[in-house]
């Protein structure tokens, strides 16, 4: 008989859900794409979206801050004290000793229920992959900031060994002021599953003007995606956002190839 785990916990504006236990086996092979998106490479890599969670400056109980020097194991609390989007990657390919491989994603607006972005399914938001594994490019309208409570799901899978103490700390930016810092502890994976995650929560507060550049300027916000096993850096994923009309976003690019 199939089982399965759920846990849901609450930290303030969101809830946290997961469901771990599947046996890779039991679960239906395949991810379709859709047609109308444009993907370039594949799928086994994402860079989730957005997950809740803590603001600047915010640490967990018990946690110490140390001084990270050059050369050191990247720690949560050191990027949790990051001023800004990096510039290079804070770990290997190679890193992700777990095999973990990102499946499917979903974002949807919680108050009308309306799917934004599904890989599986046709919906008006580009999604452009420039490198397979650890970059990626989003492409919202502007509607996407006026957005009050979404909810993320991420679709993952796990190799032979077991996750423990999974987490994710990913920051936002807009070029080089902090939006928001989300912290989510997923827990405990156990090998060969797949595994399901939702994060309900709010979307921060942006004032007008902010709001306005960040649609003038396509692909200046920009996010760092931090998976940590047992406090060990495992992967760094990137991404890049733009909430201008396509048609813009389109020339924007064009002037860049162009020039």
């Known amino acids: 008989m199939e089982s399965q785990e759920e846990t849901t916990t609450g930290n303030g504006e969101e809830e946290f859900q997961t ?3 599947d046996s890779e086996e039991q679960q239906e092979e395949g991810w379709g794409t859709d047609d109308e998106m444009v993907v370039d490479g594949g799928m086994e890599d994402w860079n989730g979206f957005i997950t809740g969670g803590a603001t600047l400056g915010e640490e967990r109980e018990g946690e110490v801050v140390a001084e990270w020097r050059p050369g050191e194991p990247v720690t949560p609390q050191h990027v949790l004290s990051l001023n800004t989007y990096t510039k ?3 770990c290997s390919p190679a890193d ?9 994603f979903k974002i949807r607006d919680l108050s009308s229920g309306v799917v934004i972005l599904d890989m599986k399914k046709q919906c008006p938001t ?3 992959e ?3 594994n650890r970059f990626i490019r989003y492409h919202f309208s502007p509607a996407f900031l006026t957005l009050r409570e979404i909810g993320a799901t991420l679709e993952f899978t796990v190799g032979s060994k077991a996750l423990n103490r999974f987490r994710l700390i990913e920051r ?3 070029r080089n002021l902090l939006l928001k810092t989300f912290d989510f502890e997923i827990g405990f994976c156990i090998p060969h599953s797949r595994n399901t ?4 929560y709010c979307l921060p507060d942006l004032d007008p003007d902010t709001v306005e550049d960040m649609i003038a300027n396509p692909f200046e916000t920009r996010s760092d995606s931090f998976y940590f096993v047992n406090n060990k850096l495992i992967m760094h994923h990137k991404a890049e956002y733009s909430f201008s009309p396509q048609r813009e976003a389109d020339t924007s690019s064009k002037q860049e190839n162009d020039g």
């Open 172 to 174: 936002h930016f807009f």
């Open 126 to 128: 580009d999604v452009i």
């Open 130 to 132: 420039l490198d397979t």
């Open 197 to 200: 995650c939702e994060h309900i």
């Open 19 to 21: 469901q771990n236990g």
């Open 96 to 104: 992700n000793i777990y095999n973990i491989n990102f499946s499917r």
């Open 88 to 90: 290079e990657y804070l």
